[in-house]
C-alpha cells in the first residue's frame, strides 16, 4: 500500500490505528499494583524504590501512540493526568512532577507520572539519567543494585 493511500486510510479512520498487543506486556499484565480501575484506563503504582510514588496511568486498549486516541479519550486521559499530578503535590508533597510518555520500549499507551523530591538520588536530572556517584554512597545494597542496572541500561542509550 502507497504512502497516501495509508494516510486516507487512517484520516477516515479517526487516526485509530490497530496494532498486534499478542506480546504486550501492558496488555499481558496490570503493569504494577493496582490503584484506580476506570473503563478507559487504570492507574497502577510502578515497582521504583527510588522514586517512591511513582504511577503509571495505562490505556486499558493497545493503542500505541496518544495521537491514536478520539478527541474526547484524549481528553479523558489528560484530564486524569492532571489529577494524578495534582494528588502528587498535594497529598505526597512532592517538589516536582515529571510526565512522560515514551513508548519506546513498550508500544502501549501509558504515562509516567514521578513525584520528584530535592532529596532524590536524580534530582534535578531526569530519573533515567545515569545515577550522580555522590547520591550513590548514601544508598542501600539493593538500591546500589538498581542503580546499576539503571546506570547499565542508560549507557546503551
Known amino acids: 500500500m502507497n504512502s497516501e493511500n495509508s494516510f486516507s486510510q487512517l484520516l477516515k479512520s479517526g487516526g485509530h490505528i490497530q496494532s498486534n498487543a499478542s506480546d504486550c506486556a501492558l496488555c499481558a499484565t496490570p503493569g504494577g499494583e493496582l490503584v484506580y480501575q476506570h473503563t ?17 496511568l495505562i490505556w486499558q ?32 508533597k512532592a517538589d516536582k512532577v515529571n510526565l512522560a510518555t515514551l513508548g519506546n520500549v513498550v508500544p502501549h499507551l501509558h504515562w509516567h507520572v514521578i513525584p520528584r523530591f530535592k532529596g532524590d538520588a ?33 549507557a546503551c542509550w
Open 40 to 56: 478507559k484506563f487504570r492507574v497502577v503504582w510502578a515497582d521504583e524504590p527510588l522514586y517512591p510514588g511513582f504511577l503509571r
Open 61 to 92: 486498549s493497545h493503542v500505541p501512540e496518544f495521537s491514536q486516541l478520539s478527541h474526547e479519550d484524549r481528553s479523558l486521559c489528560m484530564d486524569a493526568v492532571v489529577v494524578l499530578e495534582q494528588f502528587a503535590l498535594t497529598h505526597l
Open 122 to 154: 536524580h534530582f534535578p536530572a531526569p530519573v533515567w539519567a545515569a545515577l550522580p556517584v555522590q547520591s550513590a554512597t548514601a544508598l542501600t545494597h539493593q538500591q546500589q543494585v538498581i542503580v546499576q542496572e539503571n546506570n547499565r541500561l542508560w
